[in-house]
């Protein structure tokens, strides 16, 4: 395959992903992403210079309430200052987002008073803020198009692998909304590449310093971005022993920073830990010594206790709601969580994807090892995410298991591991060609059908049906109106046939080589020694 159809390929899916988030982003009810309400509140509360309390001590807006609780036509939305000014002061009702660092709503807030909010009506904020965000995740399938590929250096199974995005429309929709977990999953995603470079044999300061942008960027946002600093100390730790079984045979009496490999590796590794502590350690020292946790519970006061069941603490029943609500929420539970792709659907899914990747460590595949150290980072991600839905089962006795959108931001290394999975499951060209099809077009039919059930939620009262009823109500009630919903649903459409068509042509050509083409985007061959800068002597 040639590098200039590669570009082609991947910048069409590319575009199709941008389609898909912009078709969220206009189509979906203001207000109505998961915690969309909280996000934009933090971010006006900052705009407005009104501080960042305690985690349980910043209330709402009034006036954000005001506009939930009672939205209006298009033509009615008042400007943001005539907002404040008739529905002043804060509501009783708690905000728990500052139970986190305040640096995404900073950025927001920032660039609200660059576009004079208070001057517009309240929507234009809104629809500004979630055009960010869709900013920030659109470079997500040459992310993943350049992890895999550094992994399996096959040009075909890089170009499949950013299509399972679309199977998880649930990523987009939570994405294009306002909301912090898109500036985490852009981060998520580099972490990861990153992460797989060094893991395949690049040592140099650039990669390390990306790194420590990445996971600085990820602690200072949230309590979960944490977790990314074992990660990353794992990782270089791992990969020093991959290259120290390579260099047994070598000679020992090379550069000295060659023979002795974990000195340099704990030195980069430390430079990414230093980074985030400088940076964002100051935060969380700060909220563990006011709440005596990382990670307080802001809604804790204001959330009732309900009895247990008889017989108390189920965790069969807890197990059952995780599983429920985990799988549903990370593949399309549209709106707040109240629109839901089919249960049989995310069942599927789910198992499938589980299935395979269990049943291929059975067999021997090429990036099976770098593929077990990425998953170390989804699998902490879920570990801290039941532990935390269990303190908060132990404490409320309510089963909460809607953080689905947590993994997002170890989405790479998932699709990665899907990557070289069915790799090792599928070996006969012929089968590879017909799962590259199935997948091309299962996930933009997955893709579409998420579009179409947010679709009938917000606009057709949960009808699957497109009446003139429900597309006045989208035209005088979303964000933007009839005509950019069009342009960008017909981008998507457009893009998706355009890609499948490409993927099913490239299925069809055979074969050659696995061995990486230069020139190509964020690419670069997988080297067994440390990458190092020649100085000029």
């Not at 590669?6 to 998961?34: D, K, M, R, S």
């Not at 305690?54 to 807006?61: K, N, P, R």
């Not at 470079?197 to 990306?210: E, P, Q």
């Not at 532990?387 to 993994?407: E, K, P, S, V």
């Amino acid at each position: 395959m040639t590098a200039r159809r590669e570009w082609v390929v991947l910048g069409t899916i590319t575009v199709a992903w941008l389609g898909l988030l912009l078709g969220f982003a206009l189509l979906t009810p203001a207000f109505g992403a998961p915690d969309e309400p909280a996000h934009v509140d933090a971010a006006f509360r900052l705009a407005l210079g009104l501080g960042w309390p305690h985690g349980g001590e910043m209330h709402y807006l009034a006036a954000i309430r005001q506009i939930v609780e009672h939205p209006v036509p298009a033509v009615d939305r008042p400007t943001v200052d005539a907002l404040l000014a008739a529905v002043p002061g804060d509501s009783p009702a708690i905000d728990p987002m500052s139970q986190n660092p305040p640096t995404y709503w900073l950025v927001a807030a920032g660039i609200l008073r660059l576009i004079r909010f208070g001057a517009h009506d309240w929507a234009t904020s809104v629809l500004v803020l979630r055009l960010f965000d869709v900013v920030l995740v659109t470079a997500l399938p040459v992310l993943v198009w350049a992890t895999v590929r550094r992994v399996t250096r096959s040009p075909r199974t890089a170009l499949v692998a950013p299509l399972l995005l679309f199977a998880v429309p649930q990523l987009a929709q939570v994405a294009a909304g306002v909301t912090s977990w898109a500036p985490m999953i852009l981060l998520g995603a580099v972490l990861v590449w990153l992460s797989v470079r060094v893991l395949t044999g690049d040592r140099s300061w650039w990669t390390t310093a990306g790194l420590a942008v990445a996971v600085t960027g990820l602690a200072a946002i949230s309590a979960l971005g944490l977790l990314a600093v074992p990660f990353v100390v794992l990782v270089f730790a791992l990969a020093r022993d991959e290259r120290g079984e390579r260099e047994r045979d070598r000679d020992r009496d090379r550069d000295q920073r060659t023979a002795r490999p974990w000195r340099r590796s704990a030195l980069h590794a430390g430079v990414v830990v230093v980074a985030t502590a400088a940076v964002s350690g100051w935060w969380w020292v700060r909220t563990l010594l006011v709440s005596g946790t990382l990670l307080p519970d802001a809604l804790r006061g204001v959330t009732t206790v309900q009895p247990y069941p008889s017989g108390g603490a189920n965790p069969g029943a807890f197990a059952g709601r995780q599983w429920d609500g985990l799988t549903a929420s990370f593949f399309g539970d549209f709106g707040a969580n109240q629109w839901p792709l089919p249960p049989m659907v995310v069942d599927a899914l789910a198992i499938v994807g589980l299935v395979a990747l269990g049943w291929s460590y059975a067999r021997r595949g090429a990036g099976r090892r770098v593929m077990t150290i990425a998953l170390v980072w989804p699998v902490l991600v879920v570990v801290a995410t039941l532990a935390y839905n269990w303190r908060n089962y132990l404490g409320t006795h309510q089963g909460n298991g809607l953080q689905g959108r947590f993994l997002f931001v170890a989405v790479v290394a998932l699709v990665l591991s899907q990557a070289v999975a069915w790799r090792a499951l599928v070996v006969r060209p012929e089968l590879r060609r017909r799962l590259a099809r199935i997948a091309a077009v299962g996930s933009f039919a997955i893709a579409l059908y998420g579009i179409g059930i947010a679709y009938r939620g917000a606009w057709e009262n949960v009808q699957f049906r497109v009446t003139p009823g429900g597309l006045s109500a989208m035209a005088g009630g979303s964000l933007a109106g009839p005509l950019p919903i069009a342009l960008a649903g017909a981008l998507f459409l457009a893009a998706a046939v355009a890609a499948a068509v490409f993927v099913w042509r490239v299925a069809a050509v055979p074969s050659t080589t696995t061995t990486p083409v230069t020139g190509l985007p964020l690419e670069s061959p997988p080297t067994h020694e440390p990458t190092v800068r020649k100085e000029n002597s």
